[in-house]
């Protein structure tokens, strides 16, 4: 590392002792002030000639980036700005992130990181992370040596098959790590420097891409079977080598991998599926606090998941949890569950089914007096199971149509609406539509962020299900702690405290979900909660104080005095 940070002993000031100078200074986004470096630093680090005269504070600084934010036209150009500023000045990029969250968080991830993943090698500027494919086999572990010594605290990974709602990315797919772990920073705290975006490039079946002469990935069909299997093999491998102390998040791996990275390395090192898991806890939280509201319990729900893939049936194991851990048996728990894909409902007399999606079968019996022929479509599982929740998972815009929705709303006072697929143009129906056909009787949140509706007088506020409650909180507990693995009990607890955390104001005017605003607040509160758990269930070491050494994890973005090293 070029810093380190130090404490006079003098004045008890804390300052870094950093090794670069000039140029390079400059050059470093985890170190560089811009014009904020001050007349003393200057002159020790050889900067005079290099900056203009005049040195801002940070808040001028924070004038200017929202001067020029402004003045980009759309939400992409805005993407593009601050991913050039996070290149530049990675202090400045997350104070105003943490001070804009609301606003920011939408441009650097979900919904228009997506747009972002889509034309990556069109608006390539600078690299970031790692990029591993199969020409690499036998130099993984030295390719994860190349960035600086410091070991991370947080990698994320992804092989870009499943990128959001829009699919196979290839290369492209890069964008998803970086933002996530943005939101770690902002989130939770984690430090920039402790974080790792890693990219398994194994090739691509997007023919848009494999076609495109700017196209920066390997230019070959997606490696599958055996090989691609040994690939993970050893990239797992040499990362419990080269950092065994950190935290590994699969993102956006393809249905028929998500299960199999998750089960067979659980074990081996601190790792988690966001999309399987971070999804899941996120929904449970929210179904926590509808319940609260409404004065219900686990047996009153009746649940459908439109979407069976790696999210769908992540949902469906939490929530079976969630439901054992209040009483229910295995069975009770299971029998209030309806999982469709896109065919039919997932049930027993399919033969086209994985073994994942055959463990959440429907029996014979349960669909006894609904009067269909074959297997049964989602319109017609609603229509004969009532739900009391109706969750999407499927990426299909549009899917809950009007007819659906009444379907619900006819058979439930209050039902519980959650249209979850990202980005926004993926969403299964828009909230103020679900309110119309509900008559204002649903309670609606969604994965992306929607504006509060105005029906009748009333404002119904959308909350937003965003695993940035859940995945940075699970980060920063599991490192406080150094967890040895990440388990389901750590995810329920999370989803506990996150659904305690919802004012019952909120939730009373339809919110789910806490303010993003709060976001810090809320992730140290479940830090502590996981960190507890992974104690409780013997994954980590006894500590006297969580909170404590949750607390020295959490950075806040501001400038410190420099100090040649």
């Not at 004065?295 to 979407?307: C, E, K, L, M, N």
Request: charged content about 25%.
């Amino acid at each position: 590392m070029h810093y380190s940070v130090k404490v006079d002993p003098d004045t008890s000031q804390r300052y870094l002792a950093v090794s670069v100078r000039g140029q390079d200074l400059l050059k470093d986004s985890l170190l560089n002030k811009g014009t904020a470096f001050t007349e003393e630093e200057r002159d020790a680090f050889g900067l005079r000639g290099l900056l203009p005269d005049h040195v801002s504070v940070i808040d001028s600084q924070l004038d200017r980036v929202r001067t020029q934010l402004d003045l980009k036209p759309d939400p992409i150009q805005k993407n593009i700005y601050l991913s050039g500023l996070q290149d530049r000045n990675e202090t400045l990029f997350y104070r105003f992130l943490i001070e804009n969250l609301e606003e920011v968080v939408p441009l650097v991830y979900t919904p228009v990181v997506a747009e972002a993943c889509r034309h990556w090698s069109r608006l390539y500027r600078r690299a970031r992370g790692v990029f591993i494919t199969p020409k690499d086999r036998g130099r993984i572990t030295t390719l994860l040596r190349s960035r600086p010594t410091r070991e991370p605290g947080v990698i994320v990974v992804t092989d870009n098959e499943r990128i959001l709602g829009i699919g196979d990315q290839g290369a492209g797919g890069m964008g998803i790590p970086i933002g996530k772990l943005a939101l770690y920073t902002a989130g939770a705290g984690i430090h920039p420097a402790n974080t790792f975006p890693i990219s398994l490039d194994v090739g691509t079946n997007n023919e848009e891409l494999l076609n495109d002469p700017l196209y920066l990935g390997l230019h070959e069909p997606r490696l599958r079977g055996d090989d691609y299997w040994s690939l993970i093999d050893e990239f797992v491998e040499a990362v419990t080598e080269v950092f065994p102390h950190s935290l590994l998040q699969w993102e956006d791996f393809g249905n028929k991998t998500s299960f199999r990275n998750l089960d067979r390395y659980r074990d081996r090192l601190a790792s988690f599926n966001d999309d399987i898991e971070g999804t899941a806890a996120t929904v449970v939280a929210g179904l926590l606090v509808a319940m609260r509201e409404l004065g219900t319990s686990w047996p009153d729900q009746r649940i459908v998941i439109a979407g069976a893939g790696s999210a769908g049936i992540g949902l469906a194991r939490t929530i079976t949890a969630a439901m054992r851990g209040s009483g229910m048996t295995e069975a009770d728990a299971r029998s209030r569950i309806y999982l469709t894909d896109s065919k039919s409902l997932v049930n027993e007399d399919r033969t086209d089914i994985t073994e994942e999606k055959r463990v959440w079968a429907v029996e014979r019996e349960r669909m006894a007096g609904w009067g269909v022929t074959g297997s049964p479509v989602l319109a017609e599982v609603v229509r004969n199971v009532h739900p009391t929740v109706l969750i999407g998972l499927s990426g299909q815009a549009g899917l809950f149509g009007k007819e659906m929705i009444r379907d619900v709303a006819d058979a439930v006072e209050r039902p519980l609406i959650m249209p979850m697929s990202n980005p926004t143009n993926c969403t299964e129906v828009l909230p103020a539509d679900a309110l119309d056909w509900t008559e204002g009787r649903a309670i609606i949140a969604t994965g992306s962020p929607f504006e509060p509706v105005v029906r009748d007088g009333r404002t119904h506020q959308i909350g937003q299900a965003n695993n940035m409650y859940i995945f940075p909180a699970m980060g920063l507990g599991t490192l406080a702690v150094q967890a040895s693995r990440v388990t389901d009990g750590m995810f329920l607890a999370a989803a506990e405290t996150l659904a305690d955390a919802v004012d019952p104001a909120l939730s009373a005017a339809g919110a789910l979900f806490p303010s993003i605003t709060d976001v810090r607040e809320v992730s140290r509160a479940l830090a502590v909660a996981v960190g507890q758990q992974a104690i409780a269930e013997g994954v980590a070491d006894e500590q006297e104080d969580v909170g404590a050494l949750v607390d020295d994890l959490i950075w806040f973005p501001e400038y410190i005095p420099f100090r040649p090293a």
